[in-house]
């Protein structure tokens, strides 16, 4: 990455609040920096010459100037921070627009763990970029020209050695870059690859159990571990060698304008004021420019971490083009490849909407994971999408949602626009269960307190009314039976149904866990829920939902 990479200002404008602010704070820090030189040397040349006129105003201006640099100093910092939580804000907010609306193509291309970490541990290394290297930054693009120039005004030589000497400084800060570079790269490739592997090793903790291959993951982490704990050594002893050069090259310079300006006093050819000026100047035109070197390894984490953020959000490759929004042509269903002719068992009401469902497609990797399929899902109907195991079903689903990118369109017949997200509720295969109570859990998304009578009907419609809504459970729902965290599952997409107002529901695989009996009151409370005008799109291998359908859309070349 640049110093200041221009992307950073395109993606976040508070980077672009800060600089314009960093400016004029850069500018009032470098004015008092030249005001306490000035005072300073004249309290001490009216001291050497035995001389007390004008001596209290130079120490109030010394105080003065003191406070005002201290206070301009405390200002930067405050907005370096603020800035840095702004932007971090700012990405985080964009990476995750970018990642839901790329869609499962793209997340199935890129690592979630290597995400999850950019986003996270990455993008808080911005503190160290935004809180040290860019106020140094701006203030060696301000101060130090300045602090040149008011040098040459009182003494050319030794503004001409600093415009000299000064080069060796980026010299040596490049040299030493290329240097770590490499050492930095893997030290991030190592942490992104140690949070990939901890990630797997947990979501496979129970497979890895049965097999009796956990401590084989726990030997492998614990390598990973050791090989970033080594890198970060390595970047750490370069950093500390780096600043070693950078004091070395920048003492070795003021120790030339000090012998310079020593030679001419003892000569007579230069004035007190005037050496003693320009002495304390010399050093705080070397400083910034010192400081972005040295704060550079600090700042390395985020500034590879945002890096990342930039190509990610640059990055609009896709393996099919998004849903169209527009309207389409006839609102009844087309045929396709992957659908045969779809089943109505029902005359809808002539008022009644539907989602239309037209030659919509997915296509990941050059793989066809949704054959071309068409459909129309009435408002007041339940629409039964059947299929063998992998021709697409849950991903038609992802697709109504938004999740999936597609060919074809998903619309409502009525407006011809796709189907927004607080119109659709939803139960996947997986009950995503957490800690809490049942009903914390079928309200999850609910902005108050769960509406007790709510969560009440819904528990009722999805076939699980004994179930006690205060039950608490434990972690990925532990305390409830395959098919109780199944109907909590549905219940919490009815009660969204309840306290939204949305009217689609899409319903995954409801009964794969279910007996007979408890398999009949899901189903029923499916079509109670259809009959108050909503559209209800259930994905089933099982007959007995199908054969309560209304409608039956078979894909995966079934008839």
């Known amino acids: 990455m640049k110093p200041l990479d221009p992307r950073l200002l395109r993606?976040?404008?508070a980077a672009r609040v800060f600089l314009g602010l960093g400016a004029v704070l850069g500018l009032a820090q470098t004015v008092a920096i030249v005001a306490v030189a000035w005072f300073t040397t004249t309290a001490v040349v009216r001291v050497v010459e035995g001389s007390t006129s004008g001596l209290s105003t130079a120490l109030l201006g010394l105080g003065v100037s003191v406070a005002a640099r201290s206070l301009v100093a405390w200002a930067l910092e405050v907005t370096?921070?603020?800035a840095a939580a702004q932007v971090k804000s700012q990405?985080?907010?964009?990476v995750v627009r970018a990642v839901a609306d790329r869609g499962r193509a793209w997340v199935d291309r890129h690592s979630s763990a290597r995400v999850a970490t950019l986003v996270g541990p990455g993008l808080d290394a911005l503190d160290e970029y935004f809180a040290r290297y860019l106020p140094q930054l701006v203030l060696t693009a301000l101060a130090t020209p300045l602090v040149i120039v008011v040098m040459a005004l009182h003494d050319w030589l030794s503004a001409l050695i600093v415009v000299l000497t000064l080069p060796l400084i980026p010299v040596f800060m490049v040299l030493i870059g290329w240097t770590t570079r490499a050492a930095q790269n893997r030290q991030w490739d190592r942490l992104t690859h140690l949070a990939s592997s901890f990630a797997d090793a947990v979501g496979g903790a129970s497979t890895l159990k049965a097999f009796g291959r956990e401590r084989r993951q726990v030997e492998r982490i614990g390598r990973l571990t050791d090989d970033y704990r080594v890198e970060t050594v390595t970047v750490l002893r370069v950093s500390f060698l780096s600043g070693f050069v950078?004091?070395?090259a920048a003492s070795l310079s003021v120790a030339l304008v000090a012998v310079s300006i020593g030679i001419r006093l003892v000569e007579g050819s230069m004035g007190l004021t005037a050496g003693l000026f320009v002495l304390l100047l010399t050093p705080e035109a070397y400083l910034p420019l010192r400081q972005v070197g040295a704060n550079y390894h600090a700042a390395a984490d985020g500034v590879a971490a945002a890096e990342d953020v930039f190509e990610l959000l640059d990055d609009e490759s896709?393996?099919?083009?998004?849903?169209?929004t527009?309207?389409?042509g006839p609102t009844g269903p087309t045929g396709s490849a992957g659908s045969r002719t779809v089943d109505d068992r029902a005359e809808p009401p002539v008022e009644a909407d539907a989602l239309v469902v037209d030659r919509v497609s997915v296509s990941r990797g050059g793989a066809v994971r949704l054959a071309e399929t068409s459909f129309v899902a009435e408002t007041g109907r339940v629409t039964a999408v059947v299929g063998p195991s992998g021709a697409g079903k849950s991903t038609l689903l992802d697709v109504v949602l938004g999740l999936e990118r597609c060919g074809g369109r998903v619309v409502w017949r009525s407006s011809g626009r796709a189907p927004a997200r607080h119109e659709i509720a939803w139960s996947g295969q997986s009950p995503m269960l957490s800690s809490g109570t049942v009903a914390e859990n079928?309200?999850?998304g609910d902005a108050g307190e769960p509406d007790t009578e709510a969560v009440v009907r819904a528990l009722d419609l999805a076939g699980a009314a004994g179930l006690d809504p205060a039950l608490v459970l434990g972690a990925g729902g532990q305390g409830l039976s395959g098919g109780q965290a199944q109907r909590v599952s549905v219940a919490r997409a009815l009660y969204r149904l309840d306290r939204v107002g949305a009217r689609l529901l899409l319903v995954d695989e409801p009964s794969s866990a279910l007996d007979r009996v408890t398999e009949a009151r899901v189903v029923e409370g499916l079509r109670?829920?259809?009959?108050?005008?909503?559209?209800?799109?259930?994905?089933?291998h099982r007959r007995a939902v199908s054969d309560a359908a209304d409608v039956v859309v078979p894909i995966g070349g079934l008839s």
């Open 246 to 248: 950078l004091e070395l």
């Open 326 to 328: 527009g309207p389409i």
């Open 91 to 94: 990405l985080r907010s964009r």
């Open 528 to 540: 109670r829920i259809a009959a108050t005008g909503v559209a209800v799109v259930v994905v089933t």
């Open 442 to 444: 079928v309200a999850l």
């Open 318 to 324: 896709g393996d099919v083009a998004p849903p169209p």
């Open 11 to 13: 993606y976040a404008s």
């Open 80 to 82: 370096a921070a603020r």
